[in-house]
């Protein structure tokens, strides 16, 4: 299908603009869901925690730590291939390094993340490491910087593992998009790992680094949070620097993580938060030590979330998302009613519109940002007798299908004669969505709903159906055209695969409540009974 048709679609399919409503509902109270449970400690433990312990007391030395994960990650990578490039030979120098400080008494030498391997995804700069954004028109480039947020992570100690892969440039919901390698989900490597930033949710699934950096433009750190089974956190826009983060789409662009627990999740925005004068975007606003106002369950009275109102989204629940997930949803907002929450449905008429809104703005942005891909300001030059002819070339022979396809809706929806009736109308659309969320969350603490319709798919099932695959981001790009903060935590499973999959629940909060919602989803996670997130791709290795 040609790009203009597919932009015309996407923004026609809801023609009709509803003005925001509000809508009050019952209580999901009547839900039926897993037994009440108790205030026991969950699973989920901080592998953050544990390694600075081990490295404090002196039972482990940061080699060790290392060699373990780098020797899992060797285990794992020939299937899961989350891994565009290994910095194995600079892990281990920087771990010897660490431990040497740390023998010889250095006090700083201990830092928040010391001896913490962490994944970046590759459209991060890294200074000492390729950058490629997954795409074949920058194979071989080498920043001369680290992005900001790379940068603090090795100011507190943590040891940087290599670059994990991502859909080309960001765009894609599968990470099949990368002009390099498939990643598998390491819970059934026949099935997607959730994308953009598939490559990092499913190291830290497979246990091949600590923690991860990704980005988040429609939804690309907490789809793949929710396929991969692991904690995924999209921060309020301007909450982290996106100084060294390949643009996409600037005005909805963010830098997050991912983690096997709230804590480490919660450790690592710390760090990577917070004011950047390279950033005119960043916000000035204090950072708080996340993980430290997470309050361990034996200090917490029986309803920990007494007083907590939560929305759960309605629109979430309908048609076109699968039964297993709706049914792990709603138990999951029981289980936060018995933690002493009130939880009621709340309509937002404007969801449905985001989608298509979001795909034209997305498209419009991209269709500038990445005309620097050009040959001769960045990417591979391709031999040209003319300068039309070296900028077609270059970009027909370094760019994939994907981001081309989107380049042309975004220029089709900029162009003059469409720009009122595509861009324009898509801005108003956004305006719509930012005023139905603040009326939301001024009665709600916080909004809940599935982070995608269906638990991960097949790999190859939706890959010629850009339309299919574009409508699985319906639950998470309202977010980013929002810019508020959303926690996507696992909260059960569905069939499929040899041990079921995971579903993530999203948590969205009002602009810079990136602590409550660590709070909610902390006491959630470690009052979950029953559910262990380990794949089992872990016990063959």
């Known amino acids: 299908m040609p790009p203009p048709l597919q932009a015309h679609r996407l923004l026609n399919s809801h023609r009709r603009l509803p003005t925001p409503a509000r809508r009050r509902f019952t209580a999901v109270s009547s839900v039926q869901s897993a037994p009440a449970t108790t205030l026991a400690p969950g699973p989920a433990t901080s592998s953050i925690l544990s390694i600075r312990e081990s490295l404090l007391s002196g039972e482990r030395t940061a080699a060790d730590i290392t060699s373990e994960y780098l020797s899992r990650l060797r285990r794992t990578e020939p299937s899961v291939r989350s891994f565009i490039h290994v910095a194995d030979a600079a892990a281990e120098r920087d771990a010897e390094e660490l431990d040497r400080r740390i023998a010889s008494g250095e006090k700083d030498a201990v830092g928040p993340l010391a001896g913490v391997l962490v994944g970046v995804k590759d459209n991060l700069c890294t200074a000492n490491m390729p950058s490629t954004g997954g795409s074949r028109i920058l194979d071989g480039y080498q920043p001369a910087y680290d992005a900001t947020a790379v940068r603090r992570l090795r100011e507190a100690g943590a040891i940087v593992v290599g670059k994990t892969n991502l859909d080309e440039f960001g765009m894609g919901s599968t990470t099949e998009g990368s002009a390099f390698q498939v990643t598998t989900n390491p819970w059934d490597d026949s099935r997607v790992p959730g994308g953009s930033s598939g490559g990092s949710a499913s190291a830290v699934s497979a246990r091949q680094c600590v923690v991860s950096l990704g980005s988040d433009t429609g939804g690309s750190v907490r789809q793949p949070a929710s396929f991969c089974g692991v904690v995924g956190l999209k921060p309020t826009y301007g909450r982290v620097s996106r100084f060294g983060l390949m643009a996409y789409a600037s005005s909805l662009d963010v830098v997050g993580c991912f983690g096997s627990s709230v804590f480490d999740t919660a450790t690592i925005l710390s760090v990577v938060a917070g004011h950047d004068k390279m950033d005119s975007t960043s916000s000035t606003q204090d950072v708080p030590d996340y993980a430290s106002k997470l309050v361990s369950l034996d200090l917490l009275e029986s309803k920990p979330l007494n007083g ?17 997930v709706v049914s792990s949803i709603k138990g999951a907002a029981s289980h936060l009613e018995q933690l002493g929450s009130v939880v009621e449905e709340v309509s937002l008429p404007s969801f449905s519109l985001g989608l298509p809104a ?19 300001r960045y990417g591979r030059q391709v031999s040209a007798d003319g300068l039309s002819e ?40 956004r305006t719509l969505v930012k005023e139905s969320f603040k009326d939301a969350l001024e009665r709600y603490d916080i909004l809940i709903s599935p982070a995608a319709p269906s638990a991960a798919y097949k790999i190859g099932e939706k890959i010629n159906d850009p339309l299919a695959m574009y409508a699985g981001d319906i639950m998470t790009v309202n977010v980013n055209l929002a810019g508020l903060p959303a ?35 902390h006491i959630f996670e470690q009052t979950l ?6 794949p089992p791709l872990l016990a063959e290795c």
């Open 308 to 324: 907590v109102r939560i929305g759960i989204i309605q629109e979430t629940l309908g048609e076109g998302v699968d039964t297993g």
């Open 358 to 376: 979001y795909y034209i703005l997305a498209s419009s942005e991209a269709s500038s940002n990445l005309s620097r891909y050009d040959g001769i």
């Open 390 to 429: 070296l900028y077609g070339e270059s970009r027909a022979n370094g760019l994939g299908h994907e981001v081309k396809m989107r380049i042309l809706m975004g220029t089709y929806a900029l162009s003059a004669g469409y720009y009122d009736a595509y861009y324009k109308r898509a801005q108003q659309v």
């Open 487 to 521: 926690l996507v935590v696992p909260c059960g499973f569905v069939e499929g695969g040899a041990a079921g999959l995971p579903v993530g629940l999203q948590m969205i909060g009002s602009p810079f409540s990136e602590g409550n919602l660590l709070r909610v989803g």
């Open 529 to 534: 009974q029953d559910f262990s997130f380990v």
